[in-house]
């Protein structure tokens, strides 16, 4: 079975909420703490819930980016609309991506699945194709039974 698939995407944009990573980006334990903090912030305060009630579809996504040498974190939908809230509006391009799979019993789990294993397997099997920085993203795309299910998606070039 493969562990990944290469994918043509069209370029699309996710209204973010977001928290600067304070951690050293060698910090996998720091970076893990943070990020499962956030999450666990906006699901209790219910900036989450107001994500969703203006969403396009119901897609949830957990991005990564660099903006102004900082290491950024953000909860984000699809939509055509605003929120106070919301503090980046991030830009995905058009092409090739490397999409992985995956399933988890919540939503954060599987964004760390996905996460730890495409930067720490994935990206290193990958011939042919690069990941050059820009905003990478692990989406939950539905539930299955009980379980999240979804997929990280890394724009690439060739090589």
């Given at each position: ?52 009630a203006i969403a396009t579809n119901d897609y949830i996504f957990a991005v990564n980016e660099a903006v102004n040498n900082k290491m950024m974190h953000y909860a984000g939908v699809m939509t055509k609309s605003s929120l106070p809230e919301a503090i ?72």
């Amino acid at each position: 079975m493969t562990k990944y698939n290469i994918e043509e995407k069209d370029s699309f944009t996710v209204l973010g909420i977001g928290t600067e990573l304070k951690s050293d980006y060698t910090d996998s334990l720091g970076i893990d703490k943070e990020k499962s903090e956030f999450w666990q912030t906006i699901s209790q305060d219910g900036t989450l819930e107001k994500l969703k009630a203006i969403a396009t579809n119901d897609y949830i996504f957990a991005v990564n980016e660099a903006v102004n040498n900082k290491m950024m974190h953000y909860a984000g939908v699809m939509t055509k609309s605003s929120l106070p809230e919301a503090i980046r509006n991030i830009q995905f391009p058009e092409g090739e991506y490397i999409v992985v799979k995956g399933e988890a019993s919540t939503a954060y789990e599987l964004f760390k699945k996905l996460t730890d294993l495409t930067f720490g397997e994935i990206l290193y099997e990958v011939e042919s194709y690069a990941y050059v920085g820009g905003p990478n993203t692990a989406v939950v795309t539905g539930k299955k039974d009980s379980l999240f299910t979804g997929e990280m998606w890394i724009p690439v070039v060739r090589i």
